[in-house]
């Protein structure tokens, strides 16, 4: 019976330092964003339902599953975030759906540049392999100055990281420093949930 006041206070303060490190950890994340020269990459905000209608068409948004006005909220608190901690953000790169499109348009404002490799691929992993190399190739070029975002699918980060994104998670990359020097990996340098 003593010794249950001992475990409740262990769990708690188990329970303390947890969301500490993770604080800490997020604070870190921010920090490395404000030296700039890193890639993050964002799936799109909400789009209820999944998948895409038969025969939709990339030019119309009518045939295309999409945001809804909760998708759009979200997506603007998710540039506001950046806004706030004053990250300079120089590029933005979209997938081609209406969905990556109008994320990135509310979350930065400006007119994000679409990127047929960011596209979502399904059922055909030489395909997703080969999108992957050519976002690689782009990451690996990048120096600044501020980041670059790539809005995309959750299926694109998953193959880029071997990360399946949480709703709302950003996930930093930068080049490997390991490995073969001509063909380099990603790094994932940290993770931020910003919804």
């Not at 800490?24 to 909400?46: C, D, K």
């Not at 120089?90 to 209406?98: D, F, L």
Request: with cysteine; aromatic share 6%.
């Amino acid at each position: 019976m003593k010794r249950r006041p001992f475990a409740f206070v262990a769990i708690v303060l188990m329970i303390f330092s947890f969301g500490a490190s993770k604080a800490g950890s997020t604070e870190a994340a921010w920090a490395r964003l404000a030296t700039g020269g890193y890639t993050i990459l964002l799936t799109h905000a909400l789009a209820p339902g999944t998948g895409d209608p038969p025969f939709f068409e990339l030019d119309d948004c009518t045939t295309q599953r999409n945001l809804s006005d909760r998708g759009r909220q979200q997506a603007r608190r998710r540039g506001v975030r950046f806004a706030a901690r004053a990250v300079s953000i120089s590029r933005v790169y979209s997938s081609q759906w209406c969905r990556t499109l109008e994320t990135a348009t509310n979350a930065f404002r400006d007119d994000p540049e679409p990127l047929e490799a960011l596209n979502l691929v399904e059922d055909d992993s030489e395909a997703l392999a080969a999108q992957s190399e050519e976002i690689k190739k782009i990451i690996r070029e990048f120096r600044g100055p501020g980041n670059q975002v790539m809005v995309t699918h959750p299926e694109n980060v998953e193959a880029l990281t071997g990360i399946m994104p949480r709703e709302g998670e950003a996930i930093i990359v930068a080049p490997s420093r390991d490995g073969d020097p001509g063909n380099p990996g990603l790094d994932v340098v940290a993770r931020l949930l910003l919804d």
